[in-house]
Structures are given as structure tokens and as C-alpha cells.
């Protein structure tokens, strides 16, 4: 059964550090493109960052580039999205997805994703 399970998330004051995971199975994350979206209250979902399959190659959002880092590791078949300097506007729940390819920061379509993750950034 193909499953994506989020965690890491929780409270953090402004200026702190949170480290998001996102376990894969049923499939091998590695051979897919893999995203981390949010969605804030009365907002749209926003793609975070995406990871192409085979070498990686990255990219994020101006909102967050520079204070994000998206990641994987192969053996623990697991992705990651290590949050630095995180702002009240980085308030959301964030949802991981994999799929054929990255489109921007998002993903081309189909593809599965996670339950997600709250992560509330207040002092």
C-alpha cells in the first residue's frame, strides 16, 4: 500500500527551527519528484519546495529560499524539509507529495500525498 506519513511539526517561536519528515512506502521515494506544499487558513495551498527524482535537483519558493532545506536519504526511504528562521507567515499545514516530475515548486499531477503536518510559528 503506497503511504506518505508527515511529522515533525508542532509550536516554534518566531526565529526557531523545525525538522519536517515525510516516510514513504509501498514505493521507492528516490525514482519520484517529491514536494512539500502548505496550506494556511483562508489561503491557497502553496508549493514549499520540490526534489527531481535521480540527481535531486532542488527548488523553493522565494518565501522560503534561503531558510529551507529539502532533503532526502535513500536508505531510510524519507524525505525532509529542515525549517530555519521561521516566521508567523510560515503558520500552515504542511503536506508532502511525490509524483512524476516537479513542476516549479510544485509536482505534475497524480501521484500521492500525505495527511499532513501542523506547524504553528507564535511567541
Known amino acids: 500500500q503506497v503511504q506518505l506519513v508527515e511529522s515533525g511539526g508542532g509550536l516554534v517561536q518566531p526565529g526557531g527551527s523545525l525538522r519536517l519528515s515525510c516516510a514513504a512506502s509501498?514505493?521507492?521515494?528516490?525514482?519520484?519528484?517529491a514536494a512539500w506544499f502548505r496550506q494556511a487558513p483562508g489561503k491557497d495551498r502553496e508549493g514549499v519546495s520540490c526534489?527531481?527524482?535521480?540527481?535531486?535537483?532542488?527548488v523553493y519558493a522565494d518565501s522560503v529560499k534561503g531558510r529551507f532545506t529539502i532533503s532526502r536519504d535513500s536508505v531510510k526511504n524519507t524525505m525532509y524539509l529542515q525549517m530555519n528562521s521561521l516566521k508567523s507567515e510560515d503558520t500552515a499545514v504542511y503536506y508532502c507529495?511525490?509524483?512524476?516530475?516537479?513542476?516549479?515548486?510544485?509536482?505534475?499531477?497524480?501521484?500521492?500525498r500525505g495527511q499532513g503536518t501542523q506547524v504553528t510559528v507564535s511567541s
Open positions: 507529495a511525490a509524483s512524476r516530475a516537479c513542476v516549479g515548486v510544485g509536482l505534475s499531477s497524480g501521484g500521492w
Open positions: 509501498g514505493f521507492t521515494l528516490n525514482y519520484y519528484a
Open positions: 526534489v527531481s527524482s535521480g540527481a535531486g535537483r532542488t
